[in-house]
C-alpha cells in the first residue's frame, strides 16, 4: 500500500485546514484497512491524532485534538481525511497518514502501523 498525504500549509490560529491521504497499490485493498493519522511536532517524537476503522463506523482521537479534529474515509476514493478546525500554534507538525501492518483491532500504537505516507507538513502561526 502507498500512501501520499495532501493539503498541508500555513494558517492563523483558529482556522481550518483539511488533510487527504490517497491510498494505492495493495490490490485495492484500501476499505480492508483502519487507518490512522500521526503528527510530529519539531523535537518531539511522533504521536497518535486520529484512527478511523475499515467501515468509518469507530473513530478514535487523541484528547488534545477531541471536539477540534474530525477523521473519515472515502473507501470509493480511497481516501481518508482529517478535517482540523479552531487550530492551535501546538498542532504545528508534520502530519503523516498510516495504515496498519495487519488486520486488526483499531489502535493507537505507531508501532503496529506499518504503512506511511510521506507527511504534510501544517504550521499554524499566533
Known amino acids: 500500500v502507498q500512501l501520499q498525504a495532501s493539503g498541508g500549509g500555513l494558517v492563523q490560529a483558529g482556522g481550518s485546514l483539511r488533510l487527504s491521504c490517497a491510498a494505492s497499490?495493495?490490490?485495492?485493498?484500501?476499505?480492508?484497512?483502519?487507518m490512522g493519522w500521526f503528527r510530529q511536532a519539531p523535537g518531539k517524537e511522533r504521536e497518535f491524532v486520529a484512527a478511523?476503522?475499515?467501515?468509518?463506523?469507530?473513530?478514535v482521537l487523541a484528547d488534545s485534538v477531541k471536539g477540534r479534529f474530525t477523521i473519515s474515509r472515502d473507501n470509493a476514493k480511497n481516501t481518508v481525511y482529517l478535517e482540523m478546525n479552531s487550530l492551535k500554534p501546538e498542532d504545528t507538525a508534520v502530519y503523516y497518514c498510516?495504515?496498519?501492518?495487519?488486520?486488526?483491532?483499531?489502535?493507537?500504537?505507531?508501532?503496529?502501523?506499518?504503512?506511511w505516507g510521506q507527511g504534510t507538513l501544517v504550521t499554524v502561526s499566533s
Open positions: 497499490g495493495g490490490g485495492g485493498t484500501f476499505s480492508r484497512y483502519d
Open positions: 498510516a495504515a496498519p501492518r495487519w488486520l486488526g483491532p483499531l489502535t493507537k500504537r505507531e508501532n503496529e502501523y506499518g504503512y
Open positions: 478511523i476503522s475499515w467501515s468509518g463506523g469507530t473513530t
